[in-house]
């Protein structure tokens, strides 16, 4: 296993990364003639309930893309951005093929697999988690290789 200090460095820096990519695109959505851009994009791609997942969708890219660069509930927020880049993908990209440059789900899978990747390794040292999860104790870092780990001999 690496260095846990160059582990964390690593994570820290992907998370800051898709943090502000995600955090970018919600405020775009925001900025974008208000509430009806979002609405009226959702609308036209029949995504249900496009104004609720409109207004959903944008808070959980700016309020998440922030919890992401500052690794706050990481896990948490890493899933919910996991099943909004799937949402991306099917409603939006599919029928675009694979790259981006063609309107295609490439950049949607990659943040989609990012984020995934997050939910999975969790914050690092490095982050709210990591300082809260020393007293809860699930958003540890580490906490979960530990346990799968504990019953292994050397």
Known sequence: MSNPIVRSIGILLARIAVGVVFLAHGL???????????????????????????FLVTWLEILGGIALIVGVLTPVVGLLFVLDMVGAIFFAHIDNGLWASDG????????????????????????????????????AP?????????????
């Open 104 to 139: 295609g789900y490439e950049f949607v899978l990659t943040l989609g697999a990012a984020s995934l990747l997050l939910t999975v390794v969790g914050a690092g040292l490095f982050s709210v988690d990591a300082v809260v999860g020393r007293k809860i104790g699930w958003l």
């Open 28 to 54: 775009q959505k925001f900025q974008q003639n208000g509430w009806g851009g979002p609405k009226g994009f959702f609308e036209m791609i029949d995504v249900p309930l496009p104004a609720v997942s409109a």
């Open 142 to 154: 580490d906490s979960a290789t530990r346990r799968d780990t504990a019953g292994v001999a050397g």
